[in-house]
Structure formats: structure tokens, C-alpha cells
């Protein structure tokens, strides 16, 4: 009789176990559920600067896909363009991927949209500039326009770019700007800047424009090499309530000259921003 009393206070205990599990397991997916725009955009250059690989997360359930236009120049041509599971990511998330190498010398740009012909929406659209040297590649610039920053139309060709980053000066100085909005979900949205500079670049200037307008609000850093060596800068948009909404990390490299280089640009959505998308045709 022990015995079996025994069992069956074992088997209640495990039952606890079990339930206390899947109702913890249950309140940390709901705590850390995959938000949709909680995507990761890559950029990155070949180690020798031969080849230039893209990838984009893409949402397989929210009828959204990437669409590249290239110029008409043939400066560089695609060498790869296949999607792959996302190992990292809920089942399904896919990783879209482009590969690049150069094709004839010049000056192009590669624009990614993140669209939904059937609800006509592009709430992201990227823009890169890429420099093709006798098939040595540079990325000048990167820019990226979403109608949570600008409430403007992101497809649209006139729109405002929420974030730009690029060269001045014979690629000796490095520029971020950043626009601020107020946030429908209370809170302020600032831009921050983090790295560890290693005596290798150095802030030479810092800006704000138009903090008070909450729909024209920029942030604007000038940032100058020193010496040779590579770095790390992250620019982030913060909220004072939410926290770490995006961020926007950038692998530089300065050599003899001075001279600055983008070796890779990461943009992630760490939360979905406060500031509402307004639908295409709606701002």
C-alpha cells in the first residue's frame, strides 16, 4: 500500500513538473514572440572586396517579398540569388540572399523593397551605392527610407531617406544622418551613437536639426579617420520608454591615407517602432 501511495505521489510531482514547464514555456514565447518586422538587413564585403553578398530576412506568411532593381549600367552582375532557411528564426522566416561581382568599372546603386502587390504596401525600401574598380567593390553609401520615420510614402522617388550613411571628402570622413520622430506610444525617440574608437576615428562633429518638430527631426555625426586599423560604430534609435528600437552597425576600416572603407552594414528592428506605418497613399 506504501508502495503504490509512493507512485502516485511520484507521478503527481512529475505532472506538476510538466505543467509548471509548458505554462513557463508558454509565457516566454508570448514574452519573446517574433515580431514581423523584427528583420535582419546584411551587407557585406568578400575579405579581398571581390564580391558583395545582400541578405534580407523575408516573412514567408505576410505575402511580402525583397525586390532588387539594379541600374542599367552593368557595373556589377549577380553571381547568386537564393533563399535559405533561417536557423535562428521561427520556421517561417527565410533568409534571402543576393551575391554580387563586378562587371564593368563605374558607379551603380542596388535598391531592395520590401513589397505586397496585392495591398500595394512598401513599408521598407533600401538603397546602397556601390563603386566597381576593375572589379574591386565599395560600398559609398547606404540609405534607408521606411514610413515609420518619414511618414512619407517610402516608394515614392521625392521621399525623404530616414538614415543615410556615406563618405565626404575622398571618403576621409564619414557621415550618419538620422531622423528623430515622436512616437505615438509615448516615450522620445533619440539617435545614440556607440563604438570604441581605439584612438582610429575620431567624432569631429555632432548635430541636431529640428528636435522640436516631431516630424523633421535629425541627428547628423561627422566622423574622421586617424589612423590605420578597422573599428566598429553602431548607431542607435532609442526610445525613453521602449528601449533599443533599431540599430544600424557598421564594420569601418581606415588605411594609410586616411581613407575610410564600409567592410559590412548590418540594420536590425530590435522592436517594432512606436510610429504606426501609414499605408501607401494614406500620408
Known amino acids: 500500500m506504501k508502495k503504490s501511495i509512493?507512485?502516485?505521489?511520484?507521478?503527481?510531482?512529475?505532472?506538476?513538473?510538466?505543467?509548471?514547464?509548458?505554462?513557463?514555456?508558454?509565457?516566454?514565447s508570448e514574452e519573446n514572440a517574433f515580431v514581423p518586422d523584427n528583420f535582419l538587413k546584411l551587407t557585406v564585403?568578400?575579405?579581398n572586396n571581390t564580391t558583395l553578398t545582400m541578405v534580407f530576412d523575408e516573412d514567408l506568411t505576410s505575402g511580402f517579398h525583397w525586390k532588387l532593381t539594379m541600374g542599367p549600367d552593368d557595373v556589377l552582375k549577380i553571381i547568386a540569388d537564393e533563399k535559405m532557411p533561417a536557423d535562428d528564426l521561427p520556421q517561417e522566416i527565410e533568409k534571402h540572399k543576393w551575391m554580387f561581382e563586378g562587371n564593368k568599372t563605374g558607379t551603380t546603386?542596388?535598391?531592395?523593397?520590401y513589397i505586397n502587390q496585392l495591398k500595394n504596401d512598401t513599408p521598407e525600401r533600401y538603397a546602397y551605392t556601390i563603386r566597381n574598380t576593375n572589379g574591386n567593390l565599395e560600398i559609398l553609401s547606404f540609405s534607408s527610407f521606411s514610413g515609420n520615420r518619414t511618414r512619407h510614402n517610402p516608394y515614392a522617388e521625392n521621399a525623404p531617406y530616414s538614415e543615410k550613411i556615406g563618405f565626404t571628402e575622398n571618403n576621409t570622413i564619414l557621415f550618419f544622418s538620422g531622423q528623430s520622430m515622436?512616437?505615438?506610444g509615448g516615450g522620445a525617440n533619440d539617435w545614440e551613437l556607440e563604438h570604441n574608437l581605439n584612438y582610429i576615428l575620431i567624432v569631429n562633429k555632432t548635430e541636431t536639426h529640428n528636435l522640436?518638430?516631431?516630424?523633421?527631426?535629425?541627428?547628423?555625426?561627422?566622423?574622421?579617420?586617424?589612423?590605420?586599423?578597422?573599428?566598429?560604430?553602431?548607431?542607435?534609435?532609442?526610445?525613453?520608454?521602449l528601449g533599443l528600437i533599431s540599430e544600424i552597425v557598421c564594420e569601418i576600416q581606415i588605411n594609410e591615407n586616411k581613407e575610410m572603407a564600409i567592410l559590412n552594414i548590418s540594420y536590425n528592428s530590435i522592436k517594432s517602432d512606436p510610429m504606426p506605418y501609414h499605408a501607401a497613399g494614406k500620408y
Open 212 to 241: 522640436t518638430d516631431p516630424s523633421d527631426g535629425r541627428y547628423w555625426w561627422e566622423i574622421e579617420g586617424k589612423k590605420a586599423g578597422n573599428t566598429t560604430l553602431s548607431f542607435n534609435y532609442v526610445n525613453s520608454e
Open 109 to 113: 546603386e542596388l535598391k531592395f523593397e
Open 45 to 47: 564585403l568578400s575579405e
Open 6 to 28: 509512493g507512485i502516485l505521489l511520484l507521478f503527481f510531482l512529475i505532472l506538476c513538473v510538466i505543467v509548471a514547464g509548458c505554462i513557463s514555456n508558454n509565457g516566454n
Open 182 to 184: 515622436s512616437s505615438s
